[in-house]
Structures are given as structure tokens and as C-alpha cells.
């Protein structure tokens, strides 16, 4: 893979993470994924890729996204935009989500085919996400059609994204499974499980180690 995007959203309170309030303020929420999204663009900064892109929703772009190329998100829901960013970029193509913050290099290695990933071949790579989403889509030859149509934001919808990729005659690989930040207990569990990330330092910050 040559290219890694991110899509992302501007963390405004009330706009980002609202199922994370309560226990959260929307306020909290809003800081907590800023702090997830800078830990995902950090890591993807330090990947030895040609080229790597926000897909930003928003104004204020993150001082982490330095040296990203700034790609504007489309209108339309969510299967819609992905296919816009997969139509747009004719390169061998590696998205990731915001929601990770856990991510490391080596999750993603055999998607782009380096490290214990190089004897990995296969079309397209999916991150199974623990609600029955994805954290991450790759396609050596990135085509929006099959992901568009896709029902996003269900907890069979990497089932419904691996079947059509499977359907459109591509070999498809499985990445790990990941945890999206999505609820307080989610976001807990992703503070465990990545102690020195800038999510789970504020996370302990936030609720003195108890959530």
C-alpha cells in the first residue's frame, strides 16, 4: 500500500463522541477524542508509506496532521463518503478510523506489506472493529463500488463490507480485531489496554484511573 488516509472528523463538543456523555461532558468527550485522533495520526506519520491523507469533516485542522495531504470529506452518508475517498485516490489505498487510538504499525503491517506482513498478498485488507464494524479498508485497486450500498453503523456491517468484497472476486485479508472508542466502558478498555497513549493518559486524567 502507498497511501494511508484517515477520516476524521473536527472534535467540537456535542459533535464528536456524544455516547461517551455521560459520564463525560460533552466538553471531555470532545478532548478525548482530539486525543485519539492525534495518537492515529502520529502513528500513521511514522509509517514508511508514499503519501498519506486526512479525510477531514471541519475548520480546525489537528497540528498532528503536519505533512498530511488535506483531502475535504464529501457530502452523504457515511458508505457514500468512504466510496468518494476510494474513487478519489487511484493508489493502493489504506484507510483508518479516528477511534482506535490503540493503533500501532504492526496492526497494520500485512495491509501494507511490511515487516511480518511481506509474505501476506491478498486484494483488499478489513479491520474488524468488537461492534460488528470496521477500523480499517484497504484495496490495492481502490474501487468506491464496493463499499457504497454498504449499511454503515450496525453491528453487522464488516460482515455486510467482507461479503461484498468477497463478492467482487478480490481475496480479502483480516486484520485484528480492534475496539472503537464509542462508550465510557469502550473507552476504558482501550485506556487499559494502550497505557501510554495521549487517550489513555488524559482518560486517567480525567477519571483518576476509576472508569
Do not use: N
Not at 476504558?188 to 484511573?209: K, M, N, Q, Y
Request: hydrophobic residues 45%.
Amino acid at each position: 500500500m502507498t497511501v494511508v488516509a484517515v477520516i476524521a472528523k473536527e472534535c467540537r463538543p456535542g459533535r464528536v463522541k456524544t455516547r461517551l456523555s455521560p459520564p463525560f461532558t460533552p466538553e471531555e468527550a470532545a478532548v478525548l477524542a482530539a486525543a485519539a485522533l492525534d495518537d492515529t495520526l502520529d502513528v500513521v506519520a511514522a509509517l514508511p508509506v508514499d503519501r498519506r491523507v486526512l479525510y477531514f469533516d471541519g475548520d480546525a485542522v489537528p497540528d498532528a496532521a503536519a505533512g498530511f495531504d488535506l483531502l475535504a470529506q464529501s457530502p452523504g452518508e457515511l458508505d457514500e463518503r468512504l466510496a468518494h475517498l476510494f474513487d478519489t485516490l487511484g493508489e493502493p489505498t489504506l484507510l483508518v478510523g479516528m477511534d482506535t487510538p490503540q493503533l500501532t504499525a504492526e496492526h497494520v503491517a500485512a495491509a501494507l506489506g511490511i515487516g511480518d506482513g511481506r509474505d501476506a498478498p491478498a486484494d483488499a485488507w478489513l479491520g474488524p472493529a468488537a461492534d460488528g464494524g470496521f477500523w480499517a479498508l484497504a484495496m490495492r485497486e481502490p474501487d468506491g463500488g464496493v463499499i457504497r450500498g454498504v449499511p454503515m453503523s450496525r453491528d453487522d456491517t464488516g460482515r455486510r463490507q467482507l461479503e461484498r468484497l468477497e463478492s467482487a472476486g478480490l481475496v480479502v485479508g483480516l486484520l485484528d480485531e480492534l475496539t472503537d472508542v464509542d462508550t465510557a466502558d469502550s473507552a476504558a478498555s482501550v485506556a487499559l489496554a494502550a497505557p501510554g497513549t495521549r487517550f489513555a493518559r488524559l482518560h486517567r486524567a480525567l477519571t483518576g484511573g476509576r472508569r
